[in-house]
């Protein structure tokens, strides 16, 4: 983990790992010949898009309120082995990924807010750990939907 000294530091390190993730996804839709699976991840970066901007909007305007959810984990992520991106990469592969980084991206986004006590920040990045959860979620489901009940 890094060691911010300012608010900023912390935004700009944010922005910086939700364009990461978008960059992640638009990779891993190119590199999938199946065009429903290619949309799917298309949709993911697009929601990482749409996170960088709304901590862009923070760190211009202020405090940008997220609602506090619970997510069920179904803990998936924490069974399987971490691939690379490949053109070879299977859906299964991909899964794995996807699931992978979206645990880190809420783990980050957890530590970010353990470490602020600042309490719109920390509602931010809840809010944002939040929303890497239900993607993850949303992967859980596909892998046990898909993968699991085709083994």
Do not use: C, P, W
């Not at 922005?15 to 949709?43: C, G, H, M, P, V």
């Amino acid at each position: 983990m890094n060691n911010f000294q300012t608010v900023d530091e912390i935004l700009d390190f944010a922005i910086e790992n939700e364009q990461n993730a978008a960059d992640f996804y638009f990779k891993l839709a190119e590199t999938t010949k199946d065009r429903s699976i290619r949309e799917t991840f298309k949709i993911y970066a697009h929601e990482e898009i749409g996170h960088k901007e709304k901590l862009i909007q923070v760190k211009k305007e202020g405090v940008f309120k997220l609602e506090k959810q619970t997510i069920l984990d179904l803990k998936v992520a924490d069974y399987v082995v971490r691939q690379k991106v490949s053109e070879s990469m299977t859906y299964q592969d991909a899964l794995i990924l996807a699931m992978k980084r979206e645990k880190a991206a809420y783990r980050l986004y957890m530590k970010l807010a353990s470490n602020t006590d600042l309490a719109q920040f920390k509602d931010l990045f809840i809010g944002l750990a939040q929303e890497e959860a239900k993607h993850k979620m949303a992967f859980e489901i596909e892998y046990d939907d898909v993968i699991l009940k085709e083994n």
